[in-house]
């Protein structure tokens, strides 16, 4: 998700000891590069991205995690898992123009 949409933003702390949680909808998925394959390494986020209400959120997405994240084998070739935390930070253009396109037309 996040290679095919340059506005999302990584929050790119430095990875606590927390677990990154995937959804049932991006189950599976590497958080950086979106493939299906390999899952090799697991996913470390700060601890600011697990605190509160998004404690065990999907690093993606951020619904309700029900499985640990794991980065592809080859971004952990790259060395992209020592980039710093994966979570997604903001909703992006698509996701904010969908809430006031429904906002204008009265749908929730």
């Given at each position: ?70 980065y592809c084998r080859e971004g952990v ?11 997604i930070i903001n909703l992006g253009a698509?996701?904010t123009d969908l809430y006031y396109e ?7």
């Amino acid at each position: 998700m996040a290679k095919h949409h340059p506005d999302l933003i990584f929050c790119r702390k430095q990875p606590g000891i927390a677990i990154g949680r995937l959804c049932e909808r991006c189950d599976g998925r590497c958080p950086i590069c979106d493939s299906y394959v390999h899952p090799t390494e697991i996913v470390h986020i700060c601890d600011e991205s697990n605190f509160g209400s998004s404690e065990g959120r999907c690093v993606i997405c951020n619904a309700p995690g029900v499985s640990d994240a794991y980065y592809c084998r080859e971004g952990v070739m790259l060395e992209k898992d020592r980039e710093g935390c994966p979570k997604i930070i903001n909703l992006g253009a698509a996701g904010t123009d969908l809430y006031y396109e429904r906002k204008k037309y009265g749908k929730k």
